[in-house]
């Protein structure tokens, strides 16, 4: 707390001391009117800078100019944000190093997506096309008394665009290396008499970047990892009269993805830290697939594919004295996955571990060339569904008292089968090591919520909020044995449980303008994620045996400035956040055990702290450059989880997961104005990330080291503004940076998932 009580009062110096506004402005300068950006962080329009919370907002504008089509590029311009995936159904974000990495149906996000208001539960359905957005808004920190769901991390909002009262049309195709062929349309405007339409449409496909390299196999050369997606969304809104306005909107996603590539990252302990066929890093240097992550040994050419279906009604009737909403939503997700979780061929000699044969160390540490003794596949099908109810009531704004009051209920269910297939382990009868895990959640979850803003003073505004939440979980789980040994999980028939959680959260909010354009704010606040059951589990104890619910407590100070004329814009954020019972999910083989285990356990507690900070600014007509920093230090500081073979279980002081300590970005870009009215742009993007750590032990092997990543575009803009056509490059100087890693074996081996290449294309868009 005394970091966070420093940084503020060094904040309120520095701003203190701000010269004077500079002079002779073009305030018609539309780069300085872009600094205006309108957000619904608090459920009713807003300026970005007189929101006293930590948000990051980016416009549909810069994503399309940047040429974020992802989640994974939202972060790398969000302080603070993390984002990494197991797999592209099987997202894992992190905000402030709080994450949830349980897959399982019965586990609830730490961080709470949605899309236009619209709670997202499956987080096989929260990646999805950022084609037609008016913006993405990023709340850090606890989000307690405002959200459909309690979110304790932070909150990430897509607002789409909807659909106008003037005509509107947008066509773009993409063409790029590694075959690349992208197409999107939207078209927007009336229809009849207060009736207005819009409809997205978004196709995306490549041939993949991956080369297979086993040789003798007779994928040998092919390239894998190709992408084919189509998505579309569809709206109509109805506004009979000024007081009551309806929007209808359905969407959906058709993925059909193919393989990706794990590549061995690490060995070490018993049995892997010699040149074997036990050791994945030797397995993949003996055949020849250690020259680059872009290449694969896999013997399995694994695939995505998720459709996705939604529809929202949204209402709004407009009172003398508040404002009435209504969100409707219901959503489905069909989602299967099949990936060879080591990337390598299995080996060419069948170990039997039951020793009946000999000792299985005679081919366990038999020669690399054999292949990896421990291959393993995992496939994923998974049928998630969800219907949503949420009514608010807003006062009017601008008013000295301002209020928000609502009611939010959500039913989920879910069904789930998670399938092993060890190829080359088991016992005498040679027969590969099957298993399925099959799991059912259906929860229900509601909330009664309300928050109110009183201005004290002219400058001086209080607000404060609360919420009580209720959620209850059914699972039911069986595990099964097709053939072999029991290797991850020990057959068990279906068994059922049930638990449920209640929680109150509470948040004070005190904002002063200290000046014209400059906002500082102190806040408190609370979370709550709900507890859950242990998904993919290897037994019917740990199946049936509940996790108990995450709480904290943040305290935040910040500061929102506007200065030199609202050319420069510096946002800062510091913050000290007390957790108790963080989740903890880990792979590993508790002491005393002959197999590994998936188990979600809670930490005792937690601390983290940090400061980020957001800045940009527009010099002169046409320049403009800016960036974000974060520094963050979160440890657990009382975990003693369950000990395996190799680690005693005490965590105190390490590091969280997916909190690397520094991350920063940064961007600049020039746009000419030729004579004729048609300019040309050219921006360049920076960003870097600094070690994390993916396992509480902090295990050397598991970490996504340090990596830089650069991008850059150059735009030609037609003078009527209706043309554009950009060339564009992502990772610029060829980087090779994990995005995801996960061990195996306790801990002893590691895989990592790495990020895409140097990628590069042209881009045309007409605008009407």
């Known amino acids: 707390m005394k970091a966070v009580l420093g940084a503020g009062a060094a904040l309120g110096s520095l701003f203190l001391a701000t010269p004077a506004l500079a002079q002779d402005v073009d305030r018609d300068d539309p780069q300085v009117a872009a600094n205006e950006i309108v957000v619904t962080a608090n459920r009713r329009e807003e300026t970005l800078q007189k929101v006293p919370a ?51 149906p019965a586990a609830s996000d730490s961080t709470v997506v949605s899309i236009d208001g619209v709670y997202i539960a499956a987080r096989s359905a929260q990646v999805f096309d950022l084609f037609d957005l008016e913006r993405v808004e990023v709340l850090r920190g606890p989000q307690g ?22 005509f509107r049309m947008k066509l773009q195709v993409k063409a790029g290396n590694y075959g690349r062929m992208d197409a999107a349309g939207l078209i927007s405007g009336p229809i009849a008499e207060n009736l207005f339409a819009k409809v997205a449409l978004s196709y995306r496909s490549s041939d993949g970047y991956l080369r297979n390299v086993l040789a003798g196999s007779p994928q040998f050369g092919e390239r894998w990892g190709e992408t084919e997606s189509f998505s579309y969304r569809g709206s109509l809104r109805w506004t009979p009269s000024d007081r009551f306005e309806a929007i209808v909107t359905v969407d959906g996603v058709r993925d059909d993805n193919g393989a990706t ?42 695939y995505t594919k998720r459709t996705i279906f939604g529809a929202n009604l949204q209402l709004n009737y407009e009172f003398d004295f508040a404002t009435l909403s209504s969100i409707s939503a219901y959503r489905e997700t069909d989602y299967d996955y099949l990936e060879d979780s080591s990337g390598l061929p299995p080996s060419s000699v069948f170990t039997d571990l039951t020793g009946a044969s000999g000792s299985p160390n005679n081919v366990l540490l038999g020669p690399a060339t054999n292949g990896f003794t421990f291959k393993i596949t995992d496939a994923v099908r998974e049928k998630p569904t969800q219907y949503t109810q949420e009514i608010r009531l807003i006062s009017p704004s601008g008013d ?75 699972i039911t789980s069986q595990a099964i044995i097709r ?63 509940p996790f108990d619910p995450e709480k904290a407590v943040n305290y935040e100070l910040g500061t929102k400035a506007q200065l030199f004329d609202r050319r420069v814009r510096l946002n800062i954020a510091a913050f000290y956040t007390d957790y108790r019972d963080l989740q903890v999910t880990r792979f590993f083989q508790p002491a005393g055990t002959t197999f590994g285990q998936f188990i979600t356990e809670n930490a005792g507690k937690a ?70 009215g048609s300019s040309l742009g050219i921006r360049g993007t920076y960003k870097y990330q600094s070690l994390s750590y993916y396992d509480p032990d902090n295990n050397p092997i598991t970490v996504i080291p340090s990596y830089e990543l650069v991008d850059g575009s150059i735009k030609f803009t037609s003078a009527d503004e209706h043309f554009e056509l950009s060339l564009w490059g992502k990772n610029l100087t060829k980087t090779e940076y994990r995005t995801h890693v996960f061990s195996q074996r306790d801990s002893r081996v590691a895989f990592a998932l790495f990020g895409e290449p140097r990628t590069y294309g042209l881009t045309a868009t007409f605008k009407y």
Do not use: M
């Open 261 to 302: 590539n794990r590549e061995p990252v690490g060995s070490q302990g018993p049995l892997h830290n010699c040149a074997c066929a036990s050791n994945p890093v030797a397995v993949n240097v003996a055949l020849g697939g250690a020259a680059s992550p872009y290449t694969t040994l896999a013997s399995v050419e694994g």
């Open 400 to 474: 000295d008292f301002e209020w928000i009051a609502g009611l939010f209920v959500s039913k989920e269910k879910n069904s789930r089968t998670e399938g092993f297939n060890f190829p080359a382990l088991g016992r005498t009868d040679r027969l590969p090591s099957v298993s399925d895990s099959i799991q059912t959640s259906d929860g229900l979850a509601y909330a009664a919520y309300a928050q109110a803003s009183y201005r004290l003073a002219p400058a001086l505004k209080i607000t404060g909020g609360a919420r009580y939440s209720y959620e209850r979980k059914k």
């Open 483 to 545: 053939s072999g040994l029991p290797l991850l999980l020990q057959g068990y028939p279906q068994v059922a449980a049930k638990d449920s959680w209640r929680n109150f959260s509470w948040k004070l909010i005190a904002d002063y303008e200290l000046r014209r354009d400059l906002l500082a704010y102190a806040s408190v606040s609370t979370g709550f994620k709900s507890g859950g059951f242990t998904g993919t589990a290897s037994t019917a104890l740990t199946a049936t045996t």
């Open 54 to 104: 930590a948000i990051t907002a980016i416009t549909g504008e810069t994503l399309a100019r940047d040429n974020i089509t992802s989640l994974e590029g939202v972060a790398d311009r969000t302080p603070g944000l993390t984002f990494a995936a197991f797999a592209a159904g099987q997202p894992e974000i992190a905000i402030r190093g709080v994450g949830t990495k349980e897959d399982g």
């Open 607 to 676: 601390r983290i702290k940090g400061v980020e900070v957001e800045a940009s600014a527009n010099p002169f007509r046409g320049f403009e450059f800016g960036g974000t920093f974060a520094w963050l230090d979160a440890k657990y500081t009382e975990f003693t989880g369950t000990p395996s073979q190799i680690v005693t279980g005490d965590f105190d002081g390490n590091r969280l997961r997916q909190a690397p300590k520094y991350a920063v970005s940064g961007f600049a870009g020039y746009t000419h104005d030729f004579a004729d």
């Open 145 to 166: 008394t405002l959200y459909g769901k309690n979110s304790i991390g932070g909150s990430i909002n897509f607002v789409t665009l909807k659909p106008s009262e003037d």
